[in-house]
């Protein structure tokens, strides 16, 4: 079975910098895209990365400029590098991704356990 783990969370001070990782195992035909939400208690969850192999990107406003998404589909894992962090970027993060197994047309869609991010004022 497909299985996505994080690592990388913490806590840092505001202005730091964060890298977090997803790695993906199983039987894998290919990884369609690969994508990083986030969710702070009392709030809805919301994509803030998104990256295709195009490759293509897309940001969440708030964190554009800040954030970079990156992927190394060979490796089957991909990133999300956080700098100059805010206290409101403090929520759990999720990895996600599109993922096409062999002998199979449908795409299925995986997430990974969170990760917790915390930026202190």
């Known amino acids: 079975q497909v299985q996505l783990v994080e690592s990388g969370g913490g806590l840092v001070q505001a202005g730091g910098s964060l890298r977090l990782s997803c790695a993906a195992s199983?039987?894998?035909?290919?990884?369609?895209?690969m994508r990083w939400y986030r969710q702070a208690p009392g709030k809805q969850r919301e994509l803030v990365a998104g990256?295709?192999?195009?490759?293509?990107?897309n940001y969440l406003d708030s964190v554009k400029g800040r954030f970079t998404i990156s992927g190394d589909n060979a490796k089957k894992t991909w990133y999300l590098q956080m700098n100059s962090l805010k206290p409101e970027d403090t929520a759990v993060y999720y990895c996600?991704?599109?993922?096409?197994?062999?002998?199979?047309?449908?795409?299925?869609?995986?997430w990974g356990q969170g990760t917790q991010v915390t930026v202190s004022s």
């Open positions: 996600n991704a599109d993922v096409s197994l062999p002998s199979r047309s449908n795409q299925y869609r995986y």
């Open positions: 990256i295709t192999n195009g490759p293509t990107t």
């Open positions: 199983g039987t894998i035909h290919s990884i369609n895209a």
